[in-house]
């Protein structure tokens, strides 16, 4: 693990837990890029608590792990895919994120935002590294792991799309009524405990550093899924057994890059 490195986009939620794992699993560098900065209402889903708010969360988090896991050499990058840009920075949205993640072994999506899993899963794709991209549903009544691994995983994300949207992959439950939008704020957020949403992190992090391991002969064992999902809540919201289901991506008859 130690030669391994991870471009985490995304240290929110699920992206914080996910980056501190990594750490504690020896990673030996980590790339972490974010805009938000550490909100005290969203406490109960943000592992460091109240000392870090109003500071930029890549900067909290990668002191805190400089701090206690001086093995793994972290590098935070403020930054905002697709965001309003001084004109006075001259770098382009692309040359940023394309020297974020130069010479990475995975790059890790905790985005949960549709176009910027599609921006980063095609700059995977061209990169030849995998690609992993977690994200809850409203509620965090269940949660998904994607993950699309050169050499391994058949279809590519826009056969995921497909497959999602004809009901090949199950969406897992979700809260009607989960988003909510803040008093001041111009964008959507959700409720769901944090603790339901870190379960949907660690099976995100134990797909990456299984596929890290890349059927290492002491390695941790490889996964056998390439998209898998949780639900802890059935459609009315009443807490289930939490079911993991699990999915091989296959190419979507409908897929235009798989099928040209
Ligand atoms: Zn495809």
């Known amino acids: 693990m130690r030669e391994k490195s991870i471009a985490v986009f995304g240290v929110g939620c699920l992206g914080s837990i996910s980056v501190l794992e990594f750490a504690r699993a020896g990673v030996g560098n980590l790339r972490l890029m974010d805009h938000d900065f550490v909100d005290p ?28 896991y001086p093995s793994t050499q972290v590098t935070p990058v403020l930054h905002r895919i697709g965001g309003v840009r001084d004109c006075s920075n001259s770098d382009s949205d692309n040359s940023v994120i394309q020297n974020f993640v130069s010479d ?26 995998p690609y992993i991209a977690v994200s809850g549903t409203y509620g965090a009544w269940g949660g998904k792991v994607l993950s699309i691994i050169p ?22 439950p979700s809260d009607p009524q989960g988003n909510v939008q803040p008093q001041g704020c111009g964008e959507v957020t959700f409720t769901g405990a944090g603790f339901d949403m870190a379960e949907i992190s660690l099976s995100g992090v134990r797909t990456a550093i299984s596929t890290l391991c890349n059927q290492h002969r ?22 289930i057994v939490p079911k993991f289901t699990d999915y091989r991506l296959e190419r979507h008859p409908e897929c235009s890059l798989c099928h040209n």
């Open 218 to 239: 002491d390695g941790y064992p490889s996964t056998p899924w390439d998209v898998l999902t949780m639900a802890f809540r059935d459609d009315s919201g009443q807490l």
């Open 104 to 129: 990475v072994s995975l790059i890790f999506d905790a985005t949960a935002e549709i176009g910027v899993q599609h921006y980063l899963s095609t700059l995977a794709r061209d990169l030849e590294i």
């Open 41 to 68: 209402a969203t406490m109960g889903r943000w592992p460091l608590g109240l000392i870090e708010a109003g500071r930029y969360k890549v900067h909290a988090i990668s002191e805190f792990l400089n701090s206690n």
């Open 151 to 172: 050499d391994k995983t058949v279809g590519c994300w826009m056969c995921y799309r497909y497959a999602c949207n004809d009901g090949t992959i199950q969406e897992p």
